[in-house]
């Protein structure tokens, strides 16, 4: 789990009205960041490995994507701070903080792969009350906030809502990768899971949690997540009715393991398998 620089002691009082402010701006600044990314979407790119053991991929669509956010913010939102992959924490002084993955799913764009978005989420110094996903190639913006779930495509929108399945033997679960599990245990109570669940399917990153909210899927588990991997994913999937927590029922905010359901029921179900304690 990462180092999260900006949790407060208390959290700064953000209104509907705000929300209502802020909620364009969050918009246009995504899909304002949309030129910036598929300017090198299946394209030959340099690809930099962050790690020294094992893959991490980044390119410079990440850093011209979370430069480009960066930018914007300071210009139209000057007072607020920022937390990015790629550049870290920016602090402004002010009570509120955008946290930015500005492409999650980068193994999927390296290999040319639609399943990539870009996140945005605004917390309050405690939670994330604001959030969003963009995915340029195919013009789809899932938003989510205290005002609703909304989905955005080729200048229509519909509300968001999850699905009513409430066991996970009816269950269509998503996961980025088997590889995402780093303890032994956890791998064998995932794997329990999927053996219960309907269908599992693989590489989905960010997208899942976005087809959660969506109706799509029912449920996402994963582990070793960052702050900035599922804070954009938390206010949209519930505001669509959804429940996001860690693997103990609590705070998923900074990453770590993470189950997402369509609803209590099925996240209950769920957490007897992965937390049977």
């Known amino acids: 789990m990462a180092h999260w ?10 209104s509907e009205a705000d929300l209502a402010k802020w909620q364009p701006i969050l918009i246009n600044i995504l899909r304002g960041s949309a030129p910036v990314t598929l300017q090198h ?36 939102l000057p007072e607020h701070s920022l937390f990015g992959e790629e550049s870290g924490y920016r602090d402004s002084g002010g009570e509120l903080c955008w946290v930015v993955d500005p492409i999650d799913g980068t193994r999927s764009f ?3 792969v639609p399943l990539w978005g870009t996140l945005m989420a ?7 009350v604001l959030g969003a996903m963009y995915q340029p190639w195919s013009d789809e913006l899932y938003i989510g906030s205290n005002l609703g779930a909304t989905f955005y495509r080729n200048g229509e929108s519909q509300p968001l809502s999850t699905s009513s399945v409430c066991t996970v033997s009816d269950a269509k679960l998503a996961c980025t990768t088997p590889d995402i599990f ?45 702050p900035y991997d599922i804070q954009a994913m ?24 993470v189950l997402a359901a369509a609803n209590a029921q099925l996240h209950a179900d769920a957490l007897r398998t992965l937390n049977p304690s």
């Open 5 to 14: 620089p900006f949790q407060k002691d208390s959290a700064a009082a953000v």
């Open 234 to 257: 938390i206010p949209i999937i519930e505001a669509a009715g959804g429940v996001v927590t860690n693997w103990q029922g609590g705070d998923a905010s900074l990453g770590g393991q």
């Open 110 to 112: 390296i290999c040319g």
């Open 122 to 128: 605004l917390n309050d110094g405690r939670r994330p």
């Open 41 to 76: 979407f299946r394209q030959v790119l340099a690809v930099d490995n962050k790690l020294t053991q094992g893959f991490d991929p980044v390119t410079i669509a990440d850093r011209e994507c979370e430069a480009y956010i960066d930018a914007e913010l300071k210009r139209l």
């Open 182 to 226: 780093e303890e032994a245990s956890a791998l064998a109570r995932f794997q329990a899971l999927a053996a219960d669940a309907k269908l599992v399917r693989f590489g989905t990153d960010c997208y899942g949690y976005a087809l959660l909210a969506q109706g799509g899927v029912d449920l996402v588990v994963e582990d070793s997540l960052q």
